[in-house]
T-cell receptor, first 114, second 115 residues
Framework: AQSVSQHNHHVILSEAASLELGCNYS??????LFWYVQYPGQHLQLLLK??????LVKGIKGFEAEFIKSKFSFNLRKPSVQWSDTAEYFC????????????FGTGTRLTVIP | EAGVAQSPRYKIIEKRQSVAFWCNPI?????LYWYQQILGQGPKLLIQ????????DSQLPKDRFSAERLKGVDSTLKIQPAKLEDSAVYLC?????????????FGPGTRLLVL
């Protein structure tokens, strides 16, 4: 069964610092991976997703993630964070049974200090 | 484009009471999902509908939870009777169809507190 691990529970950064949030998955076959973000008081929304092809995926708001198959990782990065990036970030893997179900990690809370 | 609507936004009940949540997906979206998000955890899928049929309800505690989507549009999730451990945010999401990787759009959630 698929599972997702996010080891950073709470990350605190100053504005302009670089960000990398870890995500590891357990499934050894073909994987489809996602990062969702939940800004304070808002809905969960898709940040980016990886299906195939270029392992470096660009998302909205300057975020990117790199799929490294040998490390079972899909870490989220941003070169320079802003106060508005304060949010909760969830990594998710797609169920491979074909039902388009998502398995989410426990989330990482990012606080950006102005 | 209107997003996924959910109501109520908040609900407080006592254990053993029943409660129902409502979801209206994005217009034209055939697939609807209910997730449970317990504090400190990621969302966990409870049930997935394709139109008015159930695709996956393997994680739904069927002794107390039920869900329906009778006309293939709106959906209702019910808990009867509620337990303390049901305190969570219940998220509804929808996607155009159930194709692998089809983007899921989430609603604001219903925050349930069971006392």
């Amino acid at each position: 069964a698929q599972s997702v691990s996010q080891h950073n529970h709470h990350v605190i950064l100053s504005e302009a610092a670089s960000l990398e949030l870890g995500c590891n998955y357990s499934y050894g076959g073909t994987v489809n991976l996602f990062w969702y973000v939940q800004y304070p008081g808002q809905h969960l929304q898709l940040l980016l997703k990886y299906f195939s092809g270029d392992p470096l995926v660009k998302g909205i708001k300057g975020f990117e993630a790199e799929f490294i198959k040998s490390k079972f990782s899909f870490n989220l990065r941003k070169p320079s964070v802003q106060w508005s990036d304060t949010a909760e970030y969830f990594c998710a893997v797609l169920d491979q049974t074909g039902a388009n179900n998502l398995f989410f990690g426990t989330g990482t809370r990012l606080t950006v200090i102005p | 484009e209107a997003g996924v609507a959910q109501s109520p936004r908040y609900k407080i009940i006592e254990k053993r009471q029943s409660v129902a949540f409502w979801c209206n997906p994005i217009s034209g979206h055939a697939t609807l999902y209910w997730y449970q998000q317990i504090l400190g955890q990621g969302p966990k899928l409870l049930i997935q509908f394709q139109n008015n049929g159930v695709v996956d309800d393997s994680q739904l505690p069927k002794d107390r939870f039920s869900a329906e989507r009778l006309k293939g549009v709106d959906s209702t999730l019910k808990i009867q009777p509620a337990k303390l451990e049901d305190s969570a945010v219940y998220l509804c999401a929808s996607s155009l169809d159930q194709s692998v990787g089809e983007t899921q759009y989430f609603g604001p959630g219903t925050r349930l507190l069971v006392l």
